[in-house]
């Protein structure tokens, strides 16, 4: 035994050894002397002491990720100390929101802002004044005067302690994981952890769930956080995740065998913090460094999500949100973020021609536009037709309409709003609410609209709010799945008009509400009945007050990208049934317009990017750019403007699709006057400078109520479904072989 072991077991001042029975005289003891401090009298007055005063011109600290901090009450303010630095916060603040205020991060894996607290990491664990031990700051909420420290030894040590236990049974997998370079854990293992673990025991290991095609589980990485079971239950409001077990036979999974259904699965791999949870299309395929992220808008609804395109070379690889609280927060739909991989699949890439044996074959670009502009020219101006497609942008509809002006027709609109739409009052045909102004509405009815599968961010919306403040929600239209509690008054008009009448017990509801809303499906612009149905909602509107100064709850909620650009630049045809009629079509990206109505020898033009439906009526195929490919300008469901940015090249010989236009009008004789995009977004501001405005959402002016009253009758006909396949909307899509996976695997039969 060495010298040091035995000096310490001497001197080591143990009751058992002073009082052990067998040994009642030591050889020796210790007698400490007792002596009175005044400083160590109070403690409290002493740690206050040895807290040095932080002057007074210190610099203002910038919060964690430049945050902002608002006060809804000024009175409310209380302030608090971290680290020595003296920070206001709202009362309720947790003391992990107050550090992160005062600029100070705080590491953790269960805590999400937009999740409910759980605390069960305890990463997050920080020395607080008169605590007699670490607390877990997430769940701790900020007193005044509290004094916070974030950097002292205990609260490092339990940071440690507490990473060495959720390293002990984590796989060593990171040279395999998908997760490696982006992942909180080996970000935070090295930021806070030991240099070494004392665990050398067998690590336990975990079977994987199938969830679904598109997220892909490695189970044995789980650390518990219960992120994904959180985000399940209360935002996407589904409960197929759960914690089963306890102990070190804890994990997560569903509690019987079946795949997870919500159309916003796809969130858990952003918020999961290891690689138990990543993207099954994604797996293997690189590196997170590897990739260029372009910052860009979705198309793939009318919502307008904000994401980033990460790609490598000219290939797309990865679709991930980007934070706008005003629009989608920070959840995308499985939609936008896996349809990817439809834009390298069935592309067009060069002109073509229909030859007379039915068959296409390729061109150049001068021959084609000048086979294009040879048949305008040969029939009538009024027989000539163009139809914008559901995913064109500002810019190439303005063209569109300028060309086929010069040519003399005004036979132009866009087709997911219908050849006998109006667009005269913006507050028609747009979502006045604002989608982040649904979260004040505490009463909403909904006409022929299905959000969940319209629109599954602005539904996240609708559930947030349900949940928050137990708004009641009122749906007229076909039997549909919400996931949050509703009423279901009807399936047809007639339900309606006996709201618009008062003669329903929903009416009263309505009457009541201080803030209620009224969300119209797009839908409805398909039915010959609809100035009937938007009568009924003005009604509706006027005695439930839902259009004042100060809040407007008149709502429509569009379903494709195009849509409200559409109607702002005024494509809106002469007559109603002029496709009948035509002898030119010109098809800006549109498929899925009825062709059946198409005259047999018309001649028809495709611009697109896709070889989807239109192709097949075709006569000429222009190749076009898709949105990752192009800078375009979208206007979303609730007005605001907002662009693309290209993210790879085009493919092929494709070209912009206002570019296409602009040398069409120029081999056809009538030349259009701009050769820029700025020269053509000069030539919008003059129609609609509205769309302009990026990234700003401007209000309707008018309120829809000045229209002059409709003295049509609602027909008996009920409510359709606008979309029957939430996972197959549009050409990108339909392309996409992991869309076709989702609705084979995922939608009820």
């Given at each position: 035994?060495?010298?040091?072991?035995?000096?310490?077991?001497?001197?080591?001042?143990?009751a058992?050894?002073?009082?052990s029975?067998?040994?009642?005289?030591?050889?020796?003891?210790?007698?400490?002397?007792?002596?009175?401090?005044?400083?160590?009298?109070?403690?409290?007055?002493s740690?206050?002491?040895?807290?040095?005063?932080?002057?007074?011109?210190?610099?203002?600290r910038?919060?964690?990720?430049?945050?902002?901090?608002?006060?809804?009450?000024?009175?409310?303010?209380?302030?608090v100390?971290?680290?020595?630095?003296?920070?206001?916060?709202?009362?309720?603040?947790?003391?992990?929101?107050?550090?992160?205020?005062?600029?100070?991060?705080?590491?953790r894996?269960?805590?999400?802002?937009?999740?409910?607290i759980?605390?069960?990491?305890?990463?997050?664990l920080?020395?607080?004044?008169?605590?007699p031990?670490?607390?877990?700051?997430c769940?701790?909420?900020?007193?005044?005067?509290?004094?916070?420290?974030?950097?002292?030894?205990?609260?490092?040590?339990?940071?440690?302690g507490?990473?060495?236990?959720?390293l002990?049974?984590?796989?060593?997998?990171?040279?395999?994981?998908?997760?490696?370079?982006?992942?909180?854990?080996?970000?935070?293992?090295?930021?806070?952890?030991?240099?070494?673990?004392?665990?050398?025991?067998?690590?336990?290991?975990?079977?994987?769930?199938?969830?679904?095609?598109?997220?892909?589980?490695?189970?044995?990485?789980?650390?518990?956080?219960?992120?994904?079971?959180?985000?399940?239950t209360?935002?996407?409001?589904?409960?197929?995740?759960?914690?089963?077990?306890?102990g070190?036979?804890?994990?997560?999974?569903?509690?019987?065998?079946?795949?997870?259904?919500?159309?916003?699965s796809?969130?858990?791999?952003?918020?999961?913090?290891?690689?138990?949870?990543?993207?099954?299309?994604?797996?293997?395929?690189a590196?997170?460094w590897?990739?260029?992220?372009t910052?860009?808008?979705?198309?793939?609804?009318?919502?307008?999500?904000?994401?980033?395109?990460?790609?490598?070379?000219?290939?797309?690889?990865?679709i991930?949100?980007?934070?706008?609280?005003?629009?989608?927060?920070?959840?995308?739909?499985?939609?936008?973020?896996?349809?990817?991989?439809?834009?390298?699949?069935?592309?067009?890439?060069?002109?073509?021609?229909?030859?007379?044996?039915?068959?296409?074959?390729?061109?150049s670009?001068?021959?084609?536009?000048?086979?294009?502009?040879?048949?305008?020219?040969q029939?009538?101006?009024?027989?000539?037709?163009?139809?914008a497609?559901?995913?064109?942008?500002?810019?190439?509809?303005?063209?569109?309409?300028?060309?086929?002006?010069?040519?003399?027709?005004?036979?132009?609109?866009?087709?997911?709003?219908?050849?006998?739409?109006?667009?005269d009052?913006?507050s028609?045909?747009?979502?006045n609410?604002s989608?982040?102004?649904?979260?004040?509405?505490?009463?909403?009815?909904?006409?022929?609209?299905?959000?969940?599968?319209?629109?599954?961010?602005?539904?996240?919306r609708?559930?947030?709010?349900?949940?928050?403040?137990?708004?009641?929600?009122?749906y007229?239209?076909?039997?549909?799945?919400?996931?949050?509690?509703?009423?279901?008054?009807?399936?047809?008009?007639?339900?309606?008009?006996?709201?618009?009448?008062?003669?329903?017990?929903?009416?009263?509801?309505?009457?009541?509400?201080?803030?209620?809303?009224?969300?119209?499906?797009?839908?409805?612009?398909?039915?010959?009945?609809?100035?009937?149905?938007?009568?009924?909602?003005?009604?509706?509107?006027?005695y439930?007050?839902?259009?004042?100064?100060?809040?407007?709850?008149?709502?429509?909620?569009?379903?494709?990208?195009?849509?409200?650009?559409?109607?702002?630049?005024?494509?809106?045809?002469?007559?109603?049934?002029?496709?009948?009629?035509?002898?030119?079509?010109?098809l800006?990206?549109?498929?899925?317009?009825?062709?059946?109505?198409?005259?047999?020898?018309?001649?028809?033009?495709?611009?697109?990017?896709h070889?989807?439906?239109?192709?097949?009526?075709?006569?000429?195929?222009?190749?076009?750019?898709?949105?990752?490919?192009?800078?375009?300008?979208?206007?979303?469901?609730?007005?605001?403007?907002?662009?693309?940015?290209?993210?790879?090249?085009?493919?092929?010989?494709?070209?912009?699709?206002?570019?296409?236009?602009?040398?069409?009008s120029?081999?056809?004789?009538?030349?259009?006057?701009?050769?820029?995009?700025?020269?053509?977004?000069?030539r919008?501001?003059?129609?609609?400078?509205?769309?302009?405005?990026?990234?700003?959402?401007?209000?309707?002016t008018?309120?829809?109520?000045?229209?002059?009253?409709?003295?049509?009758?609602?027909?008996?006909?009920?409510?359709?479904?606008?979309?029957?396949?939430?996972?197959?909307?549009?050409?990108?899509t339909?392309?996409?072989?992991?869309?076709?996976?989702?609705?084979?695997?995922?939608?009820?039969?």
């Open positions: 035994m060495g010298l040091g072991s035995l000096a310490s077991r001497a001197l080591r001042p143990t058992s050894r002073l009082l029975s067998q040994n009642p005289r030591p050889f020796f003891s210790f007698h400490r002397a007792v002596s009175t401090t005044p400083e160590l009298q109070n403690a409290d007055q740690a206050a002491a040895a807290q040095p005063d932080p002057p007074a011109d210190l610099p203002p910038t919060p964690v990720g430049g945050a902002r901090v608002h006060f809804p009450n000024p009175e409310d303010a209380i302030e100390f971290v680290d020595g630095y003296p920070v206001k916060i709202p009362k309720g603040f947790t003391v992990l929101q107050a550090c992160e205020v005062a600029g100070v991060d705080i590491p894996f269960c805590y999400h802002s937009r999740l409910s759980a605390g069960n990491c305890r990463m997050c920080v020395e607080v004044e008169k605590s031990k670490p607390v877990a700051s769940a701790m909420p900020a007193m005044p005067g509290m004094k916070i420290k974030t950097d002292t030894p205990i609260a490092k040590k339990a940071r440690e507490v990473m060495e236990f959720l002990m049974n984590h796989p060593l997998d990171c040279p395999i994981c998908d997760q490696g370079g982006e992942c909180d854990l080996q970000d935070q293992s090295m930021a806070f952890g030991s240099d070494r673990g004392r665990f050398t025991e067998v690590k336990r290991s975990v079977v994987d769930k199938n969830l679904g095609p598109l997220v892909k589980t490695v189970m044995t990485r789980c650390i518990q956080c219960t992120r994904c079971v959180r985000f399940a209360e935002v996407a409001g589904v409960q197929d995740l759960g914690m089963l077990g306890r070190s036979g804890e994990e997560i999974g569903t509690y019987v065998e079946k795949l997870m259904t919500s159309e916003l796809g969130n858990v791999i952003d918020i999961c913090p290891v690689g138990a949870l990543t993207s099954k299309p994604f797996a293997f395929k590196r997170n590897e990739l260029k992220g910052e860009t808008i979705d198309v793939t609804d009318a919502v307008g999500s904000n994401i980033r395109i990460d790609s490598r070379g000219p290939e797309v690889l990865r991930v949100p980007r934070l706008n609280e005003d629009i989608n927060e920070e959840w995308i739909s499985d939609k936008t973020r896996f349809c990817y991989d439809g834009l390298k699949r069935q592309r067009l890439n060069d002109p073509m021609i229909r030859g007379a044996d039915g068959r296409f074959k390729p061109v670009w001068r021959d084609a536009l000048a086979v294009v502009a040879e048949m305008a020219h029939v009538k101006p009024e027989e000539i037709v163009g139809v497609g559901q995913l064109s942008d500002a810019e190439s509809m303005m063209a569109l309409k300028d060309f086929l002006n010069k040519m003399g027709s005004n036979n132009v609109w866009c087709e997911a709003n219908g050849s006998n739409r109006d667009a009052l913006r028609g045909y747009i979502l609410s989608i982040a102004g649904l979260e004040k509405a505490d009463a909403f009815l909904l006409v022929g609209t299905q959000p969940r599968v319209e629109a599954a961010i602005v539904n996240a609708i559930r947030k709010t349900v949940q928050a403040t137990h708004a009641k929600v009122g007229v239209g076909p039997p549909a799945d919400f996931n949050y509690d509703h009423e279901h008054l009807g399936t047809g008009p007639q339900t309606l008009q006996e709201i618009a009448e008062r003669r329903h017990p929903f009416s009263s509801v309505l009457a009541n509400a201080k803030n209620p809303a009224i969300i119209v499906g797009a839908g409805v612009f398909e039915r010959k009945d609809k100035d009937a149905i938007f009568s009924a909602v003005e009604a509706i509107g006027k439930a007050n839902v259009v004042r100064p100060d809040w407007n709850g008149f709502n429509v909620l569009l379903l494709k990208a195009a849509q409200a650009a559409a109607l702002d630049l005024g494509l809106v045809p002469e007559s109603g049934n002029s496709i009948e009629s035509a002898k030119f079509v010109y800006m990206g549109a498929d899925d317009i009825s062709l059946e109505k198409v005259p047999s020898d018309a001649f028809v033009v495709y611009q697109g990017h070889g989807d439906q239109g192709v097949y009526r075709a006569n000429v195929i222009l190749p076009a750019a898709a949105f990752s490919e192009k800078e375009g300008t979208y206007v979303n469901t609730e007005g605001c403007s907002q662009q693309t940015v290209p993210a790879v090249p085009t493919v092929g010989d494709a070209r912009d699709d206002w570019k296409i236009i602009r040398a069409l120029e081999v056809a004789g009538v030349r259009l006057p701009y050769d820029t995009l700025g020269a053509i977004r000069s919008i501001r003059t129609v609609a400078p509205n769309i302009l405005q990026v990234d700003e959402r401007e209000p309707a008018f309120p829809s109520s000045i229209k002059p009253e409709s003295t049509q009758k609602v027909d008996s006909t009920p409510f359709g479904t606008a979309i029957e396949n939430f996972y197959m909307t549009d050409s990108i339909r392309a996409s072989k992991i869309m076709a996976q989702c609705s084979s695997l995922l939608l009820k039969k």
